[in-house]
């Protein structure tokens, strides 16, 4: 297993005395959000990824919703109060946010932008996301985040 780094958002967290705990996959070679849920034994339901888009008024958004999911964007433009939304392309994350594709977390970013998570994520305990470096997750209740990271809780995935 890979020696355990701390990222920013394992700093914050332990900054504002927020429980968490770390899941690593960083040897495993497993990439999809599914993949890392199955190789870390966790409901993919519960394990989150985070995307970044930018909306008609060129504000950009984050939302979070289960790796299985996908952003339905006109539901998302809709909960942000925008006319339309699209995905960041993925050059200009890192300039942005300060992270790269797959190793994304709404906590640490660059400058801090409304957030949006899928209402789902009420019903568990506790979720995980992304520790802001690839091949590494934390663990945390959806209160505890809100103490991180303000987020408001939306229904944004594509109907299936």
Known sequence: MAKQEKTNV???LERLKIPFQVHCYADSGVISGA??????GQDPA???K???????????????????????LKKAAAAAGEKAMEMLPAKD??????????GCSPIGMKKPFRTFI????????????SAGKIGWQVECGLEDLRRA????????????
């Open 50 to 72: 985070t995307l970044v888009t930018v909306g008609k008024s060129r504000t950009h958004y984050v939302f979070m919703i289960p790796v299985e999911e996908a952003l339905d």
């Open 10 to 12: 394992m700093r914050t």
């Open 46 to 48: 519960r394990v989150f």
């Open 35 to 40: 993949e890392v849920a199955a190789y870390l």
């Open 149 to 160: 990271h303000p987020v408001e809780e939306a229904d944004v995935t594509v109907e299936i």
């Open 118 to 129: 899928h209402f789902t994520a009420a019903s568990f305990e506790t979720i995980l996301f």
């Open 93 to 102: 994350l890192l300039p942005l946010t300060g992270y790269v594709h797959g």
